[in-house]
């Protein structure tokens, strides 16, 4: 159980996965709400959606948990889901619902936001830590081991 929960987690920080979520959440009430009003018909294979509201709704709802999924899958089009899934909660205000009551525009826009804001990690360890202004890590070149200025302070300057 230990060593699934640790894969998990590895594979969770090497994607998306907050924005995943949120815009599979948000798709699922905008997708949910229009449903009461439709009629479905098994026997006969009829889907009839009554109104323009309920179609929108579906498509609206249906990319919205595409655009989730895909954000786990191929982080590769982040800025483009993100972007898609904005842009899809702001559109299901006027068309379904008020954004599924709201309960699917917010999660949709924040998952949205954190989708554009996302970078994946850095493999190289050099980049990971704080750089000075020279490029190089605070204390590297003997000028105060362990100093940490921040990279402020002008070289050859103790401070």
């Known amino acids: 159980m230990a060593t699934a929960r640790r894969e998990f987690r590895v594979w969770r920080g090497t994607r998306p996965f907050w924005a995943g979520l949120l815009t599979f959440g948000g798709g699922l009430p905008i997708l949910y709400f229009p449903f009461p009003y439709t009629r479905l018909s098994l026997g006969g294979l009829g889907l009839a959606l009554s109104t323009t509201a309920g179609a929108g709704s579906l498509l609206i709802g249906s990319l919205l948990i595409t655009l989730g999924v895909t954000l786990w899958l191929q982080q590769q089009v982040r800025i483009f889901a993100g972007v898609a899934a904005i842009l899809l909660s702001l559109l299901s205000v006027p068309v ?7 309960l699917g525009l917010l999660p949709g826009l924040i998952g949205g936001s954190l989708a554009c ?12 830590g704080r750089r000075g202004v020279d490029g190089h890590a605070p204390g590297a070149d003997g000028d105060g081991v362990g100093r940490d200025d921040g990279g402020l302070a002008e070289p050859g300057i103790s401070g």
Request: charged share 10%; proline share 16%; no cysteine.
């Open 96 to 102: 379904a619902n008020f954004g599924g009551f709201f």
């Open 117 to 128: 804001a996302w970078a994946p990690p850095s493999t190289h360890p050099e980049i990971r």
